[in-house]
C-alpha cells in the first residue's frame, strides 16, 4: 500500500508535459529521480535537459509512471510499452492524495457544470474564511499549491480523463452532477464513460459521502448495478425549488443551474456551509467567461456567449430557458452525440450552422429547427444582423452562442473561440441594431 513516504528516492517518468505533466515534475523532483517525455516537440527551456527519447524509455524501468490527463494509453507513441507496464502507471491526482492524505477534499465530476457547482462552493468556503483551494480541471493543477496545511480544504474540478488512470484517489466528498455522451473518441463506449465517471465515487469508504441524481435513469441504471462503501446522498432537483425565491442572480434560472444549485445546497450540508452566506455568495456570483456568459443585453435583444457547450446535451439546458432564440451553432461534434429536444419545444429556435462540419449539424437539427448554413462565424453574425433588423415581432430575442461541439477546427481550445466571439461582437454597432437602423 502506498502512503506519503511513496514518492521519495524513486524512479519516474512523467509522460506528458502540459500544465498537469510540469506541475508533476516540479512536484517530484526534489526527492525523486524523474525523467520526462512527451510525443510532441517540447519548447520549454526550463524542462529541455529532463526530456529523453522514445528508445531510452523502452530499454529502462522505472517506480512508477505519471500519466498526463491528455494522454490515450490505446494511442500514442509508447503504447505497447505502456501496457506491458501498465500496474506502474499512475496519475498526478494518485500522488496528490497520497500526499495529502488528511486534507478534506471535494470532488467535483459530471458531463456538464462543474466548473460552476465548483466554484460556487470555493466561493463560500473562501467567504468563511476557510484556507480552500480551487483545483483540477479548473483553477491550478493538483500538484501545483504551495503552503498547504492541515486544515487547507481542496475543491477539486475532475474530468473523466484525469480519473481514468487514477488508480487510488478518493475524495471525502464527491459529485457526479449528470451524465450525457461526451469524449467518446476518448472512452470508445458510453458505458465505459459511465464507468469512468463512477469511479469516483467506487474509490470511497464508508467514511465518504457521494451526490447522485437518481432521477437521471443513467446514474440510476449504474449505480444499481455497482456496490459502494460510501454514503449515497440522493440530490433531487425538485427539492431546491423551494429556494428558488431567494435567488436573485439571473445565471442560474437555466435548468442545468438549477441542478447545479441542488447540488451546491446537498453538499453544503455536509460540509457545513451558512445558508445565508451561501445564498449571497449565489446571488453576487459572476458567470464563469464563456459560461452562458451574458455580454451584451438591450431592450430588444440579448448576446449570450457559451462557447464552453461542446456538446448537445450543454446547450440544450440553457435552451430550454430561453423564450426566442437565434442560436449559433458549430465546430467538431461529440461522437454519439444527440439532440433530444422535440420539434414543438423548438419552434422559437433559429438555429445558424457554421464551420467545416456543416453537415452533421443540418442532419441531426435540419427537421426539428430552422436552420440555415455559412462558412464561418463572422458570416453568422453578419446575417443574425440583418434578420434582427427584418423581424417584425419585436419580442425580445437571445442571440445564443453555444457551439455544442468542441472548438479544435478553428480555435485553440473553447477560450479562444469565445475571446474571438467576443471580438466579432464589439466590431457591431449594436446600439443602431438596438434601434432598429
Request: net charge positive.
Amino acid at each position: 500500500m502506498l502512503d506519503t513516504k511513496s514518492f521519495s528516492k524513486k524512479k519516474i517518468l512523467i509522460y506528458g508535459l502540459g500544465k498537469s505533466g510540469i506541475s508533476s515534475y516540479l512536484f517530484l523532483k526534489k526527492k525523486n529521480q524523474v525523467f520526462l517525455y512527451d510525443d510532441k516537440k517540447v519548447e520549454n527551456k526550463k524542462i529541455k535537459n529532463h526530456i529523453i527519447k522514445k528508445k531510452e524509455i523502452l530499454k529502462s524501468s522505472y517506480d512508477y509512471i505519471v500519466i498526463s490527463p491528455g494522454i490515450d494509453i490505446n494511442e500514442c507513441s509508447i503504447k505497447t510499452y505502456l501496457k506491458k507496464n501498465i500496474k506502474k502507471i499512475i496519475t498526478d491526482l494518485d500522488v496528490f492524495y497520497f500526499c495529502y492524505l488528511k486534507n478534506k477534499k471535494i470532488s467535483i465530476t459530471g458531463t456538464n457544470g462543474k466548473s460552476t457547482t465548483a466554484k460556487v462552493l470555493f466561493d463560500a468556503l473562501k467567504y468563511q474564511k476557510k484556507d480552500v483551494r480551487l483545483i483540477g480541471n479548473i483553477g491550478n493543477p493538483v500538484l501545483s499549491e504551495k503552503k498547504v496545511k492541515k486544515h487547507t480544504i481542496f475543491v477539486i474540478e475532475i474530468s473523466s480523463y484525469q480519473i481514468e488512470y487514477s488508480k487510488y484517489f478518493k475524495s471525502n466528498f464527491a459529485a457526479i452532477l449528470n451524465i450525457s455522451p461526451d469524449h467518446l473518441e476518448r472512452h470508445k463506449t458510453f458505458d465505459k464513460y459511465v464507468k469512468t465517471k463512477f469511479k469516483l465515487i467506487r474509490n470511497q469508504t464508508d467514511k465518504d459521502y457521494a451526490f447522485l441524481d437518481l432521477n437521471n435513469k443513467i446514474i440510476k441504471k449504474e449505480y444499481k448495478q455497482t456496490s459502494f462503501k460510501t454514503n449515497i446522498i440522493n440530490v433531487n432537483s425538485h427539492s431546491t425549488k423551494k429556494f428558488i425565491k431567494y435567488i436573485k442572480n439571473p445565471y442560474f434560472i437555466s435548468e442545468g443551474n438549477i441542478q447545479n444549485l441542488s447540488f451546491i445546497f446537498a453538499l453544503s450540508r455536509k460540509i457545513g456551509l451558512n445558508k445565508k452566506i451561501l445564498f449571497k455568495v449565489i446571488n453576487n456570483f459572476k458567470n464563469l467567461k464563456y459560461r452562458q456568459e451574458l455580454v451584451y443585453k438591450s431592450k430588444n435583444f440579448s448576446i449570450i456567449n457559451d462557447s464552453k457547450s461542446t456538446s448537445f446535451a450543454s446547450s440544450i439546458n440553457i435552451l430550454k430557458s430561453l423564450k426566442k432564440v437565434y442560436w449559433i451553432v458549430g465546430g467538431i461534434p461529440k461522437k454519439g452525440d444527440h439532440f433530444t429536444l422535440s420539434k414543438k419545444k423548438c419552434l422559437n429556435i433559429k438555429t445558424y450552422i457554421f464551420g467545416k462540419h456543416k453537415s452533421f449539424f443540418i442532419n441531426k437539427l435540419k427537421d426539428i429547427t430552422n436552420c440555415e448554413i455559412f462558412t464561418n462565424l463572422e458570416n453568422v453574425l453578419i446575417k443574425i444582423i440583418k434578420d434582427l433588423r427584418l423581424d417584425k415581432n419585436r419580442d425580445h430575442i437571445t442571440i445564443l452562442f453555444s457551439p455544442a461541439a468542441a472548438s479544435f477546427d478553428n480555435y485553440k481550445n473553447f477560450e479562444d473561440r469565445g475571446e474571438k466571439f467576443d471580438k466579432l461582437v464589439e466590431r457591431i454597432n449594436l446600439k443602431n441594431v438596438s434601434n432598429g437602423k
